[in-house]
């Protein structure tokens, strides 16, 4: 079946734009997840949706904001792009049922890379 | 504040040697434990996991350790192939959080023919 879809792959923007991400998850999975990663930072969990509802949020400004469909896609807003907000970003889908926690895989898209310039 | 610590960026083994990637946290609350791999310009992919009930794990090549006393988990490659060439994430989560992933910082390694 078809993985993990992130679009745009690459984008450059300037400082103060706002930027939208979008992800597809697996087909039948309802929990989707945001993280960045940045150099030397890992991979850093910015928000998880289920069922259209943010069910957990990162430690981030609200500046980064998502929200998630019907049909389980997601996407990701930034706005007022500073320049550490370059990063790539990954979004993961799993079949996570309500409630529950995420004790197997997360499927990861090849993300999104963000320049901001 | 880092709950997941990979302290070594990286990591050279020779072909056939076994490669030992670490990680530690500080989360008394973390009960599942995960690794990735990632390969350049693609997604991060799901190795092996373990539940804070067992202490080791094993799928083929790649065996995973827990410690809880120490917080300690480490990913054990046996033996070490090129292709393994990537950066390991390890990963933690806890049963109130959903299905959020606390991720280290990633050990980059490096395996010579």
């Known amino acids: 079946k078809a993985g993990v879809t992130q679009t745009p792959r690459y984008l450059i923007k300037t400082r103060g734009q706002q930027v939208t991400l979008s992800c597809s998850p697996i087909s039948g999975h309802r929990s989707v997840s945001w993280y960045q990663q940045t150099p030397g930072q890992g991979l850093q969990f910015l928000f998880e949706?289920?069922?259209?509802?943010?069910?957990n949020k990162g430690n981030f400004p609200g500046r980064f904001s998502g929200r998630q469909f019907s049909n389980s896609r997601s996407e990701m807003n930034v706005s007022t792009l500073e320049l550490g907000d370059s990063a790539l970003y990954l979004c993961?889908?799993?079949?996570?049922?309500?409630?529950?926690?995420?004790?197997?895989?997360?499927?990861f898209g090849e993300g999104s890379r963000l320049t901001v310039l | 504040d880092q709950q997941v610590k990979q302290n070594s960026p990286s990591l050279s083994v020779q072909e056939g040697r076994i490669s030992i990637l670490n990680c530690d946290y500080t989360?008394?609350?973390?009960?599942?434990f995960l690794w990735y791999k990632k390969y350049p310009a693609e997604g991060p992919t799901f190795l092996i996991s373990?539940?804070?009930?067992?202490d080791k794990n094993e799928d083929g090549r790649f065996t995973v350790f827990l410690n809880k006393s120490a917080k300690h988990l480490s990913l054990h490659i046996v033996p070490s192939q090129p292709g393994d060439s990537a950066v390991y994430f390890c990963a933690a989560s806890a049963d109130n959080q959903g299905g959020k992933l606390i991720f280290g910082q990633g050990t980059e390694l490096s395996v010579k023919p």
């Open positions: 993961a889908s799993s079949y996570r049922t309500s409630g529950g926690r995420n004790t197997g895989e997360l499927f």
């Open positions: 949706y289920f069922s259209e509802t943010q069910r």
């Open positions: 373990i539940s804070s009930i067992k």
């Open positions: 989360n008394s609350m973390f009960d599942y």
